[in-house]
Antibody, heavy 124, light 108 residues
Framework: EVELVESGGGLVQPGGSLRLSCAAS????????MYWVRQAPGKGLVWISR????????DYADSVKGRFTVSRDNAKNTLYLQLNSLRGDDTALYYC??????????????????WGRGSLVTVS | DIVLTQSPGTLSVSPGDRATLSCRAS???????LAWYQQKPGQAPTLLIY???TRATGIPDRFSGSGSGTDFTLTISRLEPEDFAVYYC?????????FGQGTKLEIK
């Protein structure tokens, strides 16, 4: 059974840092792209980042580029999100997600097919 | 960057009826790269549709997706009580990826 468990959230002052972890199990971690998505209280989903299977290609949203860093340790089946220079508008529930690797007419489709429960980051 | 605009913001429909939700992309999007998710209060989202029209594993056939180019639609026929939730579209074909702002489907 696929399972994703985020940890590391908490209360941090503006300008501070946190590192979130996402422990994965139930699948071959290194074969899947992984996502970070956040959701501010009462708001919609916001894409943060995506990392490929070996960690060599990483994309970021403009709102976090230069402040957040995504990495993965395939030996530990763990995804990370380093959050630096935190601001009030970074307050959100942070989800990690697994990219399904579906073949559609020769194209690899990578929607988020499994989600963790999220880790809450409060910047105040 | 591709911006996804969902409409309406809130949709009021009676159980048993059909709901039609729209997702419009700001530029051409291959249908292979469009997904729909459902989110219920206090829960993580669930994948419903990917590739614009392919149902994810375990998703009932009352959920269907269609569209191409810039206009995509999620249709839920014969609404069940558990279908009332917030729905999001996502494009994962170009960087940065993006979500629409969501459509809240509420009971009429």
């Amino acid at each position: 059974e696929v399972e994703l468990v985020e940890s590391g959230g908490g209360l941090v002052q503006p300008g501070g840092s946190l590192r979130l972890s996402c422990a994965a199990s139930g699948f071959t971690f290194s074969r899947h792209f992984m996502y970070w998505v956040r959701q501010a209280p009462g708001k919609g989903l916001v894409w943060i980042s995506r990392i490929d299977g070996d960690g060599t290609t990483i994309d970021y949203a403009d709102s976090v580029k230069g402040r957040f860093t995504v990495s993965r340790d395939n030996a530990k089946n763990t995804l990370y999100l380093q959050l630096n220079s935190l601001r009030g508008d970074d307050t959100a529930l942070y989800y990690c997600g697994r990219a399904g690797m579906f073949t559609l007419g020769g194209v690899i489709a990578t929607p988020i097919d499994f989600w963790g429960r999220g880790s809450l980051v409060t910047v105040s | 960057d591709i911006v996804l605009t969902q409409s309406p913001g809130t949709l009021s429909v009676s159980p048993g009826d059909r709901a039609t939700l729209s997702c419009r992309a700001s530029q051409f999007l291959s249908s292979s790269y469009l997904a729909w998710y459902q989110q219920k209060p206090g829960q993580a989202p669930t994948l419903l549709i990917y590739g614009a029209s392919t149902r994810a594993t375990g998703i009932p056939d009352r959920f269907s997706g269609s569209g191409s180019g810039t206009d995509f639609t999620l249709t839920i026929s014969r609404l069940e009580p558990e279908d009332f939730a917030v729905y999001y579209c996502q494009q994962y074909g170009s960087s940065p990826n993006s979500f629409g702002q969501g459509t809240k489907l509420e009971i009429k």
